[in-house]
């Protein structure tokens, strides 16, 4: 009879521990994948809102272009892009090249001017991108290349028609 007693209390204690490592393991997989879930939303958003760098960009190329082919020199060029009142700069922000109501494109003053050298432009922009419950502010320092210096243009008349690929050399983010 001791033998019988001792059996059920050592299959009461097993049945318990077998219980508690079963609902700790349940309790354990919620959590992952809530954890998971989540992660998985975030990641989306991130990517969804990656469409306003891509905004960006292509309207930065167009404007470039725009600004290269009208410009007779390097000089020129320059003062296209040397202040955020400038039309090519306005060009961007009103994204007339590629438009996505989703995305608002704006200049960040931070107390310093557009950095202007001889063959390059930098400025930050703020990039915001809302769509029904992402949204997303981000801070971007940009540059321009001059073309005029990137491919040895000393004048009009030696202006180059400039490829796709070659336009997309002359900007890019700095971070």
């Known amino acids: 009879m001791k033998k019988r007693g001792s059996m059920t209390i050592n299959s009461v204690i097993s049945m318990f521990f077998v219980m508690c ?3 700790s393991s349940i309790v354990a ?9 989540e992660n998985r939303e975030l990641t989306i958003n991130d990517y969804e809102s990656s469409l306003a760098q891509s905004v960006c960009q292509i309207n930065f190329y167009y404007s470039i272009e725009d600004a290269y082919l009208k410009s007779k020199d390097s000089e020129d060029f ?16 009103e994204k007339k090249y590629y438009y996505s109501d989703k995305v608002i494109i704006n200049y960040f003053y ?5 950095n202007i050298e001889d063959d390059f432009i930098e400025f930050s922009i703020v990039l915001n991108y809302k769509d029904k419950s992402i949204k997303r502010k ?3 320092r940009c540059q321009i290349l001059n073309p005029y210096k990137v491919f040895d243009i000393d004048n009009d008349y030696e202006k180059l028609d400039l490829e796709n690929e070659e ?9």
Do not use: E, H, P, W
């Open 21 to 23: 490592v079963i609902a």
């Open 29 to 37: 997989t919620r959590g992952y994948y809530n954890l998971s879930f």
């Open 78 to 93: 320059m003062n296209c892009f040397k202040n955020f009142d400038q039309q090519n700069f306005i060009y961007v922000f």
């Open 110 to 114: 931070d107390g310093k001017n557009i």
């Open 138 to 140: 981000t801070v971007k």
């Open 167 to 175: 336009i997309k050399k002359l900007f890019k983010y700095l971070d």
